[in-house]
């Protein structure tokens, strides 16, 4: 009889048995066990995002010479947004959660980054775009293939809302708020050189925490440093710090600038930029999908800037800032009344602006510098879009890149040549019948007048070099030049042109700050430049009548205050050109170390005491002969000064500018002065500047300190 269950049959069911009990056995582990992790919130290993944040170091203080604090760092807060959290979480909620904190930003005061191109309210229209502004917006409509160009402000809202997708119960006016935060935060994915982008910036501690009881995803503070000024003065000269530019990236990145870093533009901030920056730390920050800080490392530390204290005297600045804003508007004021009685244009007589320059004969420190109009650093945030466009150009500094004529402060140039070449000595007498007749005899040549001939018919009659400084007389000065080189003019022109660069004029003057270089104008220079294709034949030529006009302050010199003080300064202490300087010392950023300390550097050294001494004693027969140009104002003040007039002419301007230099006391000068006011009429017009100046400085407890020209802040 046959067998019901054979062996190999029972084996293969078993097999099958086997097999089944294990696949089962499996997939009940994997639900009840692993599965069960996975979807336990506990349990599970949640999504993670990391980011590396910048730790801002503090920037350096800026003080005064005397102490006095200028500048310095304040704890901030800004509040940042992380695009990955807040993405991660859903359009609608990313949507919601931006317009919420936008509406408590305002509610408390605060106004959020907002740089979208399109105007805030109906009609939409495209604003006028920055530079950087347009570049982003290139940069937008290229990575987005299926925009054009030339799209409506209108169409790309449009079509941002939809892919955003801000939801369309919500009201375009606060869609366009939601777009531009999120078009701020995307840029950043599409142009990877921009800084971080920051939603607020220094926040109160109290409404960080309103914020975070909101409890947003993907929204963090970050600490950084407010620039704060305390004082309304010596703005061109401290300076200010802006976001870097793409352009100043390019340069700073490779010194380790991070995107986000605040730079100095001009004045001090810009020049000792590398002293004060100090170097940024790093961490890497880890978070969950929820915004929770689950880890941080530290990268490394910040290491904060160092001080530095300058040369100048914010006490003197204010007197200076206050004595050059006095005049000017006294001026202006004389001027528009004037105007109404002749029916003139009050705009064409009125002074758009000057400088003063103030430097220690001593040693060649800056003093004080002032340039006007000029603006407040306390408010330049709120204001820097209106002084950038204001046409009296607040932002421009007319102390450091003003270029101007000298008119006849020059001829004190001229004379020391003549001294130098034996042309004349101390008392050698030069008639000045009112014109000089040395161009007559050439082609197409006429009588040149001193400048007291159209008014008197007459000229100074016998002068020397004391006497024709004390009256400024044009002719004295003319002949001069004509008998210098053996009387050629192009010979005579190239060596005024060398003697005026030995006393600081047409040259760097070693100050850190940025500067003009201004035009020294000669023969060899036209030929120079000519060679080098910077000007075409025509203007490289020089006629005689140039070197005329060169001589007396005229022609196409053109120099800075910074310039003409330093030149004053040369003169004032027998003859040593030295390197100006604003830096006095620097100190570490524990202030346990001294890192740098002013030493006078010369620059050039005249030998001739003699010549010098006597152009100084013409200069003090300016401010104290009876014919003096200066008398009316220092002929009977209780300290000597030595002073020039110059009334210049200026392309075509309808009124001529004035300048005045000056140094105090005369037989052991501290300080020299140099003022150019610009349509000034005269230097005579403007040395009572001067005056105001050598008041504060000589007796600090004269009716100039006195008057109220502003306090410094606390």
């Known amino acids: ?49 990391s980011r590396t944040v910048n730790l801002h170091a ?61 105007t805030r309210g109906a009609p939409f229209a495209f604003v006028d775009m920055t530079r950087e502004q347009q570049r982003r917006f290139d940069a937008y409509i290229e990575h987005h293939q299926g925009l054009h160009p030339d799209i409506t402000a209108s169409e790309f809202l449009a079509w941002l809302r939809r892919h955003y997708q801000i939801d369309y119960t919500i009201g375009i006016l606060d869609a366009r708020l939601i777009i531009g935060v999120r078009h701020e935060l995307e840029m950043r994915r599409i142009i990877g050189n921009l800084a971080p982008y920051v939603f607020l910036s220094d926040v109160t501690t109290d409404f960080i925490s309103l914020i975070m009881e909101q409890g947003h995803v993907g929204v963090f503070t970050e600490s950084s440093f407010v620039r704060e000024y305390h004082t309304t003065y010596a703005a061109h000269l ?68 160092d001080h ?15 004595a050059l804003r006095t005049q000017i508007s006294l001026i202006n004021a004389e001027r528009y009344l004037e105007a109404m009685d002749t029916g003139e244009d009050p705009d064409d ?80 007498p030069i008639h000045c019948g009112g014109q000089f007749l040395g161009l007559t005899h050439l082609e197409g040549g006429h009588p040149v007048n001193c400048w007291i001939f159209p008014i008197a018919r ?94 007396f302050g005229q022609g196409e010199n053109r120099f800075t205050p910074l310039q003409l003080a330093s030149y004053t300064s040369t003169i004032a202490n027998g003859g040593i050109l030295f390197e100006q300087s604003i830096l006095q010392r620097r100190m570490s950023n524990d202030f346990t170390e001294q890192l740098h300390t002013f030493e006078p550097v010369i620059r050039n050294v005249i030998e001739e ?15 104290i002969g009876n014919r003096g140009t200066a008398r009316a104002v220092f002929q009977n003040y209780p300290i000597l000064v030595g002073s020039k007039t110059g009334t210049a002419q200026f392309d075509s301007r309808n009124v001529n500018d004035g300048v005045f230099v000056a140094y105090a006391p005369h037989h052991n000068p501290e300080i020299a002065v140099a003022i150019v006011i610009e349509k000034g009429g005269s230097g005579s017009a403007v040395m009572d500047i001067a005056r105001m100046i050598f008041d504060y400085y000589f007796n600090p407890g004269s009716a100039i300190a006195a008057t109220p020209y502003g306090q410094l802040i606390p």
């Open 1 to 49: 009889m046959q067998k019901m269950y054979k062996p190999a049959r029972i084996a293969i069911v078993f097999i099958m048995f086997i097999a089944l009990l294990g696949v089962f056995i499996t997939n009940l582990y994997r639900i009840q066990i692993h599965e069960a992790r996975a979807l336990n919130p506990y349990d599970a290993p949640q999504r993670r995002f």
């Open 58 to 118: 503090a920037r350096g203080s800026i003080y005064d010479r005397n102490g006095i604090l200028l500048a310095s760092g304040r704890p901030s807060f800004n509040i940042m947004l992380d695009w990955a959290s807040m993405r991660a979480q859903g359009n609608d909620v990313f949507n919601a959660a931006i317009l919420n904190m936008i509406y408590m930003a305002m509610d408390h005061g605060f106004t959020h980054t907002d740089t979208f191109p399109i």
């Open 238 to 305: 401290i300076g200010y710090i802006r976001r870097m530019s793409p352009q100043q990236f390019e340069v700073l990145r490779e010194r380790g600038y991070s995107l986000d870093a605040l730079v100095g533009q001009v004045g001090a901030e810009y020049a000792f930029e590398e002293y004060l920056r100090g170097i940024d730390g790093r961490k890497r920050v880890v978070s969950t999908v929820d915004g929770s800080v689950i880890e941080v490392h530290m990268l490394s530390e910040p290491i904060p800037g």
């Open 308 to 322: 530095i204290y300058l040369t100048i005297d914010i006490d003197l600045q204010a007197a200076v800032e206050h």
């Open 349 to 428: 007589l009125r002074i758009p602006g000057g400088a003063v320059v103030v430097v220690d004969t001593r040693t060649g420190e800056l003093l004080a510098a002032a340039s006007y109009p000029t603006f407040n650093l306390t408010t330049l945030a709120q204001d820097f879009t209106s002084l950038n466009l204001d046409p009296g150009l607040p932002l421009f500094n007319r102390a450091t890149h003003g270029r101007y004529t000298p008119g006849s402060t020059f001829k004190m140039v001229t004379g020391f040549a003549g001294l130098r070449q034996e042309v004349v000595g101390r008392w050698t």
């Open 458 to 551: 007459v000229g100074h009659h016998n002068v020397d070099m004391i006497s024709a400084t004390e009256v400024s007389c044009n002719v004295y000065f003319m002949e001069i030049a004509a008998h210098l080189n053996d009387r050629s003019f192009i010979e005579s022109a190239n060596t005024i042109a060398d003697t005026a660069r030995e006393f600081g004029l047409g040259v760097h003057t070693g100050l850190e700050l940025p500067q003009s270089l201004g035009r020294l104008d000669s023969p060899l220079w036209r030929l120079d430049a000519y060679e080098r294709g910077a000007i075409n034949a025509s203007a490289a030529f020089w006629p005689a009548a140039l070197t005329i006009q060169t001589s």
């Open 609 to 623: 005491t003699e010549h010098i001494n006597t152009i100084r004693d013409g200069m003090l027969a300016a401010s």
